[in-house]
């Protein structure tokens, strides 16, 4: 969570920091802030709420610099506000830094300074950063850096200015995101590559336990041991436009409307790099497959365990990633362990790969964004070309996620000798006709969004599927609630009789999802039990001949394997609940309290 840019170089860099904020925002948005070098000093703008409120402060009070640093917040320690928000400058006004991450011995350092005679102005832990900063500056900036990370516990990524220093930016980063781009006029940090894209495609990503001095003109690299490093700049293919709403209200509709090409794009790209990947990977030697991710990246590993365990009949467990790194999870060098991971860089699953690590288990990931932490530990990554994703609520990332993991679950069924390779061509030729059909179902926007607009007066909306129907059911759920506010759960069509149906009433909506031919006489029958007790019902359905009637509305899906659709039920899944939202007003986008990059626990 937290966003965090710099830039010094030969243009303002109160524009630039702005702008890159802004491109920053999905990692947290209840406060923002940003501090400048100028005039001997540091002019600082600080703004709890969204950043268009620090914005308007800024054209009320204008700051100008070459130098800057700024933050855009998601509250660990101490609420939003003002104070709270960064930048943080210490108390004898030399050291200003933006901070992404968790300090957890802060206490004990703000113990310690204090009896200092420190005093604090804020609850947070990043500003105890700062105040160690300046108690230790001793002139150099770089050794004032490595002393305070040899004391810091917990996870930082961190811009820094010093008085001392005015013509140089300073940054570090440990277990949280930070990437260096240089450009002509300038060099930037930044937790994230759409922050800078504007300017530079030409990006250096850094290591754990690694700090960069930015100049106008060069970048220099150290470890904690003062050594110098020397890295190679990767060059970004996104474009900038991929980076825009390009005339969409929101960037999920943008994300939304992308999925055929992304689709297209991460099978052409995945096909091949599975099969060399698994050359090398004598699968045989895996007793049990354990999916481990957070949000929406889980619900893709559930409906993954159905996948994998149909073709391959192989034992597949998928498990929290919060809750897999605590339980003292049962795994070996017998056991693959898969995670997915849009941002790769959630604290949560980075945690459960290391914890599956050490336990002697090979890893195996699947994450969208370039050089992440995930991506860069796992032992085999795949990258879904999902491109970047800006909305909090993820689409396009998950329906890359499910491609992926459809196409190494035959690959593996193949090597496992539990599927023909005249079988495997058959399911491989009907994933390739998956972004077509999605094509077909986004061409039918409108009707989604007429029903969606009928919806948006209910207090529960309920998900209920069956098989691999209830694991998309999972995600249809959480993606409602999480931008529409509108109360929502998720059921195994079996499971109602057993609690939620006691939660049936007239004002209750029953979205049921139902493309498992074999499934569906009884799905239909909880589909009537609901309908008894007065609920509506939306179906989600590639049968053909279901009923419409006033109690119940058919949305007919294109055919395929069952296995596959929920890449197609998940599209007027999203359509809906961005519909829902939009007619209620919602910030979309930008969902109250929930952060795109969950990088703390
Ligand atoms: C947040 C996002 C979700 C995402 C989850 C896991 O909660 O809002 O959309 O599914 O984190 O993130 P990851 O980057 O690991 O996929």
Sequence with gaps: MCGIIGYVGAQDAVPIIVDGLKKLEYRGYDSAGIAVYANDGFSVAKQEGRLNALETRLEEQPLFGHLGIGHTRWATHGEPSDVNSHPHIGSQNKIAIVHNGIIENYKQLKEYLERRGVSFASQTDSEVIAQLAEYYHRGNILDTVIKVTGRLEGSFALGIMCLDEPETLIAVKKDNPLIVGVSEHGNFIASDVPAILKHTNKVYYLNDKEITILRKDGVRFFDFDKEELQKTPETITWSFDSAEKGGYPHFMLKEIMEQPKIMRDTINNTSASVREAMNELDITQFNKIVITACGSAYNAGFVAKYVFERLCRFPVEVELASEFRYKDPIVDERTLVILVSQSGETADTIAAMREAKARGAHTLSIVNVVGSAIAKESDICFYTAAGPEIAVATTKAFSAQLVVLYILAIEFALRLGK???????????????????????????????????????????????????????????????????????????????????????????????????RLYPKIISNVEQVISRGAKVLLLSNFENAEQNDHQSHILLPPTVDLFSPSLSVIVLQLFSYYVAANKGADIDKPRNLAKSVTVE
């Excluded at 059909?437 to 009707?447: G, I, N």
């Excluded at 069509?493 to 031919?517: F, P, Q």
């Design 419 to 517: 599927l023909t390779a005249d079988d495997s061509d058959k399911l491989t030729a009907e994933i390739a006709l998956l972004p077509d059909k999605v094509e077909t179902l986004l061409s039918q926007v409108d009707t989604i969004q007429k029903y969606a607009a009928s919806c948006v007066g209910y207090k529960s909306i309920f998900f209920i599927g069956r098989n691999i129907d209830y694991a998309i059911a999972m995600e249809g759920s959480l993606k409602l609630k999480e931008i529409s506010y509108i109360h929502s759960e998720a059921y195994a069509g079996g499971e109602l009789k057993h609690g939620t149906i006691s939660l049936i009433e007239e004002e209750t909506l029953v979205v049921a999802i139902a493309n498992c031919e």
